[in-house]
């Protein structure tokens, strides 16, 4: 886009020069002084088309190690998921076993308690 916008101005500036070598050099001096303007002008905007160009490479950069770290995160997360998954169902099981003792524990008890109500009657 600024390559383009230079290169127009170039031609519009060797326009007005062609122009002007046919007219007075009274404008021959304006037009040299415009083309020294417009080769300023055009030193800043490369300069700062640089800049640009530096700040996109930049931001670019930027977004691949977003898109890096994203996707270590989310493996991270997917990894955590499974392992949660599995002590969930761990977890599931040791209270079924859990719940089961405790049964039998109270099935015992009760059995005791009767047993020692015999003996004492």
């Not at 049964?103 to 008890?109: A, M």
């Not at 308690?113 to 015999?118: D, I, N, Q, T, V």
């Amino acid at each position: 886009m600024i390559e383009k916008w230079k290169a127009s101005v170039l031609e519009a500036a060797k326009r007005h020069m062609r122009a002007g070598e046919s007219s007075g050099s009274s404008q021959k001096s304006t037009l040299s002084k415009l083309s020294s303007s417009l080769q300023y002008l055009l030193v800043e905007v490369t300069v700062i088309s640089l800049g640009l160009d530096e700040n996109v490479v930049g931001v670019e950069a930027n977004q691949k190690e977003l898109e890096g770290d994203f996707e270590s995160t989310r493996e991270q997360y997917l990894k955590m998921r499974d392992e949660n998954e599995v002590l969930y169902k761990q977890n599931e099981e040791l209270a079924e076993r859990s719940g089961a003792a405790q049964v039998r524990n109270d099935d015992y008890l009760a059995k005791l308690w009767l047993k020692e109500k015999e003996v004492r009657l």
